[in-house]
Structure formats: structure tokens, C-alpha cells
């Protein structure tokens, strides 16, 4: 298959280990531990921003180069696209995975969606996003209502 090489197999396999559901705690030091495929998906230093309006996310580099390449093309566009990539953009945060799968998240960021001690990291694909519990549990039974599925 022309165009489908190592690397291609390499990349999907990496996006293919972002995705489940990890209840996690909090710590007082807004430390959280990541499952060891997310650990493989985002590398030791992710991105830390929005992701679909107000969910938080980790994005791998490569995934934050696809999102912002995907936001160049648009934000010419429409005004909507580009206020979207500007508050993409603004909310970036680099962040350091420790040895040990560790990372911290800021404070202002903890505070301004909501993240409290039990929190729940849901592989999203191509993006590592981050819920509180309540809201997650909130939005998997609305989810799943409204599709008439049970996620298991």
C-alpha cells in the first residue's frame, strides 16, 4: 500500500492507546498520574488546553501542530473560526509528564473548569481529555440516553 509505512503504523497504534476511561484523584498539589498508554500517546511534554469549547485536554505535539494547522486553515474564513483558535491558542499550557507518568495542573486552570479531587481521564483518540467525575458521570448518562447505548 502506497504512502502506509512504519511510521503510519507507528502513529495510529500511539492514537489507538488513547482511549478508555481512568477515574483518577487529584492531588492538593493538582498532581495527576497518567495511565501508561496515555503516557505513550502525549509523550513528557503535552499540551494542556481546551478541546470542543470547554473540556480539558492533553494534546500530544503532534496533535497540537494537526489541531493548529487544522484552526490556520479555517480561522481566514469566518470570524467564528477564528475567535475558536484564538481561544485555542490562549489556552495552551505546556506541561512536563514526570519519569513516574506525573504531571501537575495549575492552579487557575484547575479552578476555572472545575477540577476537584476525583477527576476521570477519558482518551479521546487523538487527545487525552480531562473531566470532573460528577460532570463525566453527568454527561455519559445523557450521552447514553439520548443514544439508547450503555458504555460499558
Known amino acids: 500500500m502506497a504512502g502506509f509505512g512504519r511510521q503510519d503504523i507507528e502513529e495510529r497504534t500511539e492514537l489507538a492507546e488513547c482511549v478508555g476511561e481512568y477515574p483518577r484523584s487529584l492531588g492538593t498539589t493538582g498532581r495527576i498520574l497518567l495511565p501508561a498508554p496515555f503516557r505513550r500517546a502525549v509523550g513528557r511534554k503535552p499540551s494542556l488546553g481546551l478541546a470542543f469549547g470547554q473540556t480539558l485536554a492533553l494534546f500530544s505535539d503532534d496533535q497540537r501542530r494537526i489541531h493548529e494547522a487544522a484552526y490556520s486553515q479555517r480561522e481566514f474564513l469566518d470570524v467564528r473560526a477564528r475567535e475558536e483558535a484564538i481561544l485555542w491558542r490562549s489556552s495552551l499550557r505546556q506541561v512536563d509528564v514526570d519519569k513516574q507518568g506525573r504531571l501537575v495542573i495549575p492552579k487557575k486552570t484547575r479552578d476555572k473548569h472545575g477540577l476537584t479531587r476525583r ?31 450503555d458504555a460499558q
Not at 134 to 143: I, L, N
Open 119 to 149: 477527576i476521570v481521564l477519558v482518551g479521546a483518540v487523538n487527545r487525552v481529555e480531562i473531566w470532573p467525575a460528577a460532570e463525566w458521570q453527568r454527561f455519559t448518562e445523557r450521552a447514553s440516553a439520548r443514544l439508547k447505548w
